[in-house]
């Protein structure tokens, strides 16, 4: 098993940063690529961002492109989602999640944290 919790959500102005963490526990060997999901109201879940164990594979949703970054602290055992030039359709449920590669975990996590909210207001 792996357990993840998020932090850092809140409310930000648009055009404003927030800094998403996500800290690993348990198992997490078994799933090493990790991702970043959100949820707005009365929508699907949707992928925003995926990285492989060693960095080196990334993936982005296109809405988020050139404004989010994903990176991650193996030492930590730590997901980051830095988020800029933040717009009020960002505002969402953001959730982490674990998977075995950074290809699969796009569309099939296996481990989810409970998720923070992220607020933007126009």
């Known amino acids: 098993q792996v357990q993840l919790v998020e932090s850092g959500g809140g409310l930000v102005q648009a055009g404003g940063s927030l800094r998403l963490s996500c800290a690993a526990s348990?198992?997490?060997?078994?799933?090493?690529?990790m991702a970043w999901f959100r949820q707005a109201p009365g929508k699907e879940r949707e992928f925003v961002a995926a990285i492989s164990w060693g960095g080196d594979t990334i993936y982005y949703t296109d809405s988020v492109k050139g404004r989010f970054t994903i990176s991650r602290d193996n030492a930590k055992n730590t997901v980051y989602l830095q988020m800029n030039v933040l717009k009020p359709e960002d505002t969402a449920v953001y959730y982490c999640?674990?998977?075995?590669?950074?290809?699969?975990?796009?569309?099939?996590?296996?481990?989810w944290g409970q998720g923070t909210q992220v607020t933007v207001s126009s």
């Open positions: 999640a674990a998977g075995i590669t950074a290809i699969r975990v796009r569309s099939t996590p296996q481990y």
């Open positions: 348990g198992r997490t060997f078994s799933s090493p690529a």
